[in-house]
């Protein structure tokens, strides 16, 4: 029972602080500079972006709360990284057109703020953060593609591998794992997606599928991971996610071979 009532109260205050409006606030000022960065280039750019880290990492840490050693610190970065993403992604639209998506673009940054918030008192879902993460990294490689073009593999991938890992590093973290383990389980997860998007500048495949693949790697690396540390056994999950990861691969030869 009384632990029933602590839930509770963690949940009430939880409820107080998504009413509260510098979480409004912060989602929609990080809109405001996703919708400058996809009206503008070069320096406005970049200070979009800087601005956005800045002010997302310290509204993260002043609305999420404390850190606490069991969570890990990634949980931070993640409403930033989903605003860079959506500044990035919304190049690949017509100014114009994006300019009208800035609404959108706020609920879904409140959507992670009010996520992350959740997870920090107990309550948050598994399975809504996992696919949060693929959204996010999906995003953030369709605009990296689109702003350096896949002729130039070098910055791209790079630029790729390090959300990636600021992203495995928020997946470790909630799947228990801390510390040196979660980095090291981020930096196997991050290379293994620098590969297959290494592989798919290859193929050069059109549109946001190679995007696609890309986020699709880091699912299936994810889960995988996970199912390990359940105690499945190797041959079930090389089975399982490698007939998902051979899926992916299958329809990427096919968009190369359309397009």
Do not use: K
């Not at 998506?101 to 009010?114: D, E, F, R, Y």
């Not at 953060?129 to 990294?137: F, N, S, W």
């Not at 070098?154 to 997946?171: D, K, M, N, Y």
């Not at 998007?197 to 699709?216: F, I, T």
Request: hydrophobic share 60%; no cysteine; charged share 10%.
């Amino acid at each position: 029972m009384m632990d029933g009532m602590l839930r509770g109260s963690r949940a009430q205050r939880l409820l107080q602080r998504i009413d509260r409006p510098e979480v409004v606030g912060l989602s929609l000022v990080l809109a405001v500079l996703a919708a400058v960065g996809w009206v503008s280039g070069g320096t406005w750019l970049a200070v979009a972006v800087g601005l956005q880290l800045a002010i997302g990492g310290a509204g993260a840490v002043r609305l999420i709360g404390p850190a606490r050693p069991e969570l890990g610190l990634a949980r931070y970065a993640t409403p930033a990284i989903t605003a860079l993403s959506l500044t990035l992604a919304g190049r690949l639209l017509a100014p114009g057109t994006a300019v009208l998506l800035t609404p959108l673009a706020a609920v879904l940054i409140w959507a992670v703020l009010w996520l992350e918030m959740r997870t920090a008192v107990g309550l948050g879902a598994r399975t809504t953060l996992d696919l949060a993460l693929v959204g996010i990294l999906f995003l953030a490689a369709a605009g990296i593609w689109r702003l350096f073009g896949q002729s130039t593999w070098p910055p791209p991938l790079a630029l790729i591998g390090l959300v990636s890992f600021v992203l495995a590093v928020r997946a470790a973290e909630g799947r228990g794992s801390t510390g040196l383990r979660a980095l090291g389980l981020a930096l196997l997860h991050s290379l293994a997606v620098a590969q297959a998007g290494a592989a798919l500048v290859l193929l050069a495949l059109p549109g946001v599928a190679a995007p696609a693949v890309v986020a699709l790697s880091f699912y299936v690396w994810g889960g995988a991971v996970e199912a390990l540390d359940e105690g499945r056994s190797n041959r079930s999950v090389a089975l399982e996610f490698g007939a998902l990861a051979l899926l992916g691969l299958l329809m990427a030869l096919l968009l190369h071979q359309i397009g």
